[in-house]
Nanobody, 128 residues
Framework: QVQLVESGGGLVQAGGSLRLSCAAS????????VGWFRQAPGKERELVAA????????YYADSVKGRFTISTDNAKNTVYLQMNSLKPEDTAVYYC?????????????????????WGQGTQVTVSS
C-alpha cells in the first residue's frame, strides 16, 4: 500500500504560480510512476502531468505544456507540480496518484484507471 498526501493548493490570481506537493509513504518502492490529475465541476478527471519515480519520462497534457513542471525528490518520497502562468480554466481539485505496476505504454500514464493509489485532493482556484 502507498499513502499519498497532497498540499499546496489555494487561491491565486490569473498569471500567478502555485507549487503542489505530494508526499508518499508506505511501500513506495513498489510504485512505478506518479501522476497529477485534476477534476473541475461537471468535468471528467484528466491527467495534468506524470513522471516515473526515477525522474525519467515526463508527460503533460497539452493544455499545461510550457506552464507546469512535474518533478520528484526521491530522498523525500515527494512529487511536485510547479504551476506557472495560471489561468481560470486551471481551477479544479488536483489529485496525486501512484501506480502499483509498471506501465507498458505511454497511454497508461494518461489513464486514471491505471493508477491504484490516490490522495484526497487539494483545491486550486484561479481568479480572473
Amino acid at each position: 500500500q502507498v499513502q499519498l498526501v497532497e498540499s499546496g493548493g489555494g487561491l491565486v490570481q490569473a498569471g500567478g504560480s502555485l507549487r503542489l506537493s505530494c508526499a508518499a509513504s508506505g511501500r513506495t518502492e513498489s510504485s512505478y510512476a506518479v501522476g497529477w490529475f485534476r477534476q473541475a465541476p461537471g468535468k471528467e478527471r484528466e491527467l495534468v502531468a506524470a513522471i516515473r519515480w526515477s525522474g525519467a519520462n515526463t508527460y503533460y497534457a497539452d493544455s499545461v505544456k510550457g506552464r507546469f513542471t512535474i518533478s520528484t525528490d526521491n530522498a523525500k518520497n515527494t512529487v511536485y507540480l510547479q504551476m506557472n502562468s495560471l489561468k481560470p480554466e486551471d481551477t479544479a481539485v488536483y489529485y496525486c496518484a501512484a501506480s502499483a505496476q509498471k506501465f507498458n505504454s505511454i497511454a497508461s500514464y494518461f489513464s486514471a484507471d491505471d493508477y491504484h493509489y490516490w490522495g484526497q485532493g487539494t483545491q486550486v482556484t484561479v481568479s480572473s
